[in-house]
Every structure is written in structure tokens, then in C-alpha cells.
């Protein structure tokens, strides 16, 4: 008998299965080579483990508010990439996971304040920690994911030290730049465009970036696979805006308009403020965070025939356009292949 709990059950998933799980769910990542799969689903087993070892606290309050979203679960997308990036080189085993986990602390961290700027009271299915206990306890749990990101990279080297905190850097840094907004006389799109890829571009990046290195990849390899980070980490999010605005809310799981009633501008909204400036009603409508249901669905019913949102879809398939051109200086290889599918499939979820 487990302290403080029945056994489990003998038909209980094993974790092997659950990371085969979470490869099934990632994000637009096929993968048909048997041995890929596999040999993921172990990195990724190992991550987990390492994940839930790294934040343990004897502090039970600071316990149960670190492990709160580890165990909430989560597609665990930037771990798989930075496993998946190994592939490209043929050693480093134990940095690899040990840099994967680093990566997904410092994600999880970004939830926590997250959560906080934005008022949040559900993630990933399960009450927020600034709901379920308070703000205070949200940004203090996020720095203390912070911290222990820190010292997992501490010990792959300096280099390793160096790019964690210039990706803290380029974070915090679009955090900012999205809740100053663009300066007098520059261009809304193209601010967007650089705050998204720090916001999620860069930490992606750098999961790539970490899995070439610490597998022994060639420098142009990692390069690629660098790019090719922070790039589809910028076409994720065009593609969650389109959707937001074009899919109903019974295909999203959530209510529709979330950016609309949290006030955000997002790419759809200022290409078509761009283009539709002469509809004051639009202009009116995205002038404030939008609380009225009836509101809210006339902005989407005005965004939806503008031609904002198809020029989203366009900017959104030159991204994925341009990840696949980084990919082509990689050895074709099924990693590869699976990389090729997360473009094609940010793609294909918007039509």
C-alpha cells in the first residue's frame, strides 16, 4: 500500500502509456516510425519523472501549488521538441531530458503569471492557482518554477546558463512590449508579429536549440532547428487567433472570442482594422474588452467577413512555409517527417 493511498488499479495506465498518450495528442506531431515513437515516449517518461522530482518541496503549501499544473497535464509540446530536435544528433541522453524538463519549468512558470495578468480562474481543466488559492501564491509558485529551471540548466554548463536567461529576457521583454502596445507611429502588425515570437517563439526556439546541442548535432543543424522553433512558436499562435475567431465554440472546448473579451488586438483584428478602417462599427467594437454576449457575437460576425481573417490565414501559411524551408537543411529522416507535420497541421486546423 502507497502512503496516503489505495494501489492502483492493475488496468491503470503506466506512465510509458501516458507519454504514449501525450505523443498521440502533441500539437499537429505525426509520427508513424515506430522506433520515433518509442524512443520519445521514453524521453518523455523520463521528463515526467524529472518534472515532478524537481519541484517537491518539504514546504507543503509551496508542494502542492508547484505540482498543481505539472500534474494538471498538458500536451507537453516544447519537452517533445527539444526530444524530438536529439534526434539530429546521436549522444547526450541525460542532458537532453534534463534541458526538455528546464524547458516545460520555464513554460509552466509563464502559465502561472499568466494566469494572474490575465484574471484566470480554469487551466487545463482544473481551477487556476490564483483561483484556487490567491495571486500572491500564483507569482510566487512561478518564480519558484523559475528557479528550479535555473538550476536544472545550471548544471549542462554556461552556455546552456547564457541562453536560458536571454530567453527569460526575450519573455519577459514581449510580455511587456504586448501590455505597453506599439509605440506612436509604429506599425500594429509588425509590433504583433515580434511580440508573439518572443512571447512563445523564442522558448520554443530554444528547446530546439537545446535538444541539437546537448545531442551533438552540427552547429547548421541546430541553427535550422532554432529557427524553425521560433517560427512555428509564431504560427501557433496566428493559428489559435484564427481559430478563435473562425471556429465555433462547440469545436474550440471554450467559450468563443476569448481575445474579445480579454481586449486583446489580435492578427485577424488589426489586419482588418487595417483594411476595414471605414467601419466604425468594427472600430467601435474592438475599442474595449467586450463583456456582452450579443457583443461579442456581432464581432465576430463582422471580423469573420472581413478580410482581417483570411489575410491572418495567409500570413499563417508563409510561417509554415518558412519552418518548412529551415527543415530542408536537415537530413531527411522520420524526425524530420514528424517536424514537416506540426507546419501542415497549423495550416490545415484554421480552414
Known sequence: ???????????AATPR????DRLREAVGLRITDEALLRDLAGGLERVERLLREVV????????DAALHL????????????????????????DAVVTAAAAVELVHLATLYHDDVMDEATMRRGAPSV??????????LTGDFLFAHASRLVADLGTDAARI?????????????????????GEDPVAHYLSVIAQKTGSLIATAGRF????????????????RFGEIIGTAFQISDDVIDIASPSTELGKSQGTDLREGVRTLPMLYALADDNRDSRLVELLAEPLTDDTL???ALELLRHSSGLERARTTLADYAQRARTELATLPDSPARAACESVADYLVARTR
Do not use: C, Y
Request: proline share 5%; aromatic share 6%.
Open 296 to 298: 461579442v457575437a456581432e
Open 164 to 184: 536560458i536567461a536571454e530567453t527569460f529576457g526575450e519573455l519577459v521583454t514581449g510580455q511587456m512590449r504586448e501590455t505597453v502596445g506599439p509605440g506612436e
Open 56 to 63: 517537491r518541496s518539504d514546504v507543503q503549501a509551496v508542494n
Open 211 to 226: 535538444g541539437g546541442m546537448f545531442s551533438g548535432a552540427p552547429a547548421e543543424h541546430v541553427t535550422a532547428l532554432t
Open 130 to 139: 490564483n483561483a484556487r488559492w490567491d495571486n500572491t501564491v500564483a507569482i
Open 1 to 11: 500500500m502507497r502512503p496516503g493511498g489505495a494501489e492502483p488499479a492493475a488496468n
Open 17 to 20: 502509456d501516458q507519454a504514449m
Open 70 to 93: 505539472v500534474e494538471a497535464g498538458g500536451k507537453r509540446f516544447r519537452p517533445l521538441f527539444t526530444l524530438l530536435a536529439a534526434q539530429f544528433g546521436t549522444g547526450g541522453r
